[in-house]
């Protein structure tokens, strides 16, 4: 039978590691923080054969304590903008024209590398990614405010790709988008093709992900963690409104609370769709989940 499951209500409540048994996560420390080329392309094909279809349509109650916060009224609270263009030779400080994605013509500030961007990265700065492939690695370190996000989106909707590169940390490879401890940034419109997974969250909060494409871990199918959208200590984030497409374990959620799943596709996981581990008040609703040889939940 098809484990599929649309537009799906779905809000619970796991305590301290209910249902998910104990979890063998470590706590965040430190890592070397790198950066690795490629793709491994492991398949070690992991298949328990799992027949939990996830679709019991749990009690909510996941509003204790607060739960995941909104923006502030308006938007993000961005007061400042910058681009950040692939196709650019070098930096462009204040001259930059996005008609015509040159340097000398124009009156804004725009960096040639998603790491030159890093850089700048302050509260309120909205850093708007132009059409192309970016092989590097998206680690934010720098954290926002309440009132004042970091934003990190693709601008007017062009395609912009993060492509054939991996985060690296401690020796192991992961997605490359890499919230490292980091509160009140937003990553939006983003794609993610070609890597080990997709993103890695820890010991990071009240962060967004929302209308990103993340489409085939190099990995898939397995088992790994670090196929998927990969949240550790971390709580009050959301992630809305993307395709989550052959992923590990698609979502993994440990040892996080007070996250809000909502509004996202998520398709075809080696192992599960979701898993959550230790996790108190996370609220999934209103996604479309389809994984017709493994799992949708555990």
């Not at 013509?105 to 990265?121: H, V």
Request: with cysteine.
């Amino acid at each position: 039978m098809f484990r599929f499951l649309a537009a799906v209500f779905l809000a619970m409540v796991i305590s301290a590691c209910g249902g998910g048994g104990s979890s063998s996560e470590s706590p965040p420390a430190a890592g070397d923080g790198g950066t690795s080329g490629g793709s491994d392309g492991g398949t070690d094909g992991g298949t328990d054969g799992g027949t939990d279809d996830g679709t019991d349509g749990g009690s909510d109650g996941g509003t204790d304590g607060g739960g995941p916060t909104s923006p502030p009224s308006g938007g993000y609270g961005f007061t400042s903008s910058a681009f950040i263009d692939g196709d650019l030779n070098g930096d462009c400080p204040r001259d930059y024209d996005p008609a015509s994605r040159s340097c000398s013509s124009g009156s804004d500030t725009a960096y040639s590398s998603i790491s030159s961007a890093l850089g700048a990265a302050a509260p309120g700065t909205a850093f708007y990614l132009r059409a192309g492939d970016y092989r590097e690695v998206l680690r934010l370190t720098v954290s926002g405010q309440a009132d004042a996000y970091i934003g990190w989106l693709a601008y007017e909707n062009e395609v912009v790709t993060i492509r054939d590169v991996n985060s690296l940390d401690n020796g192991e490879d992961y997605g490359p988008i890499w919230l490292d401890g980091v509160s009140y940034n937003v990553v939006d419109g983003i794609r993610v093709r070609g890597s080990v997974g997709f993103l890695r969250a820890v010991d990071a909060h009240y962060n967004v992900i929302e209308n990103c494409d993340f489409d085939t871990a190099t990995i898939y199918p397995s088992e790994s963690k670090r196929g998927g959208l990969y949240f550790a200590w971390s709580t009050n984030n959301k992630v809305l409104d993307s395709r989550i497409v052959r992923g590990t374990d698609s979502l993994a959620l440990v040892r996080s609370d007070r996250n809000l799943i909502a509004g996202n596709t998520f398709e075809l996981a080696g192992h599960d769709v979701w898993v959550i581990k230790c996790g108190s008040y996370n609220v999934i609703r209103g996604n479309r989940f389809s994984n017709p040889q493994q799992k949708i939940g555990s």
